[in-house]
């Protein structure tokens, strides 16, 4: 059975960068804005949309996590 790739990681970057720059078109000033990322992969977009923000000089984003396994 082969391999299936549905984004490769360079598509997958581009998309990361996309959703960044539309948060910060939408949401100017994120004081009233909070990131959570729901376990277990949520949060490894959250850590990487959290580093591309920073790059873009937003370092005081509130942001959590979210185990939902309970729920």
Do not use: W, Y
Not at 25 to 34: A, C
């Amino acid at each position: 059975m082969a391999i299936k790739v549905l984004l490769s990681e360079k598509k997958v970057n581009i998309i990361l960068r996309r959703l960044c720059h539309q948060l910060i078109e939408r949401h100017l000033d994120f004081s009233n804005v909070v990131l959570v990322g729901l376990q277990p992969r949520g949060t490894n977009l959250l850590k990487q949309l959290l580093i591309l923000l920073k790059k873009e000089g937003l370092n005081s984003i509130k942001s959590g996590k979210l185990d939902s396994t309970f729920f």
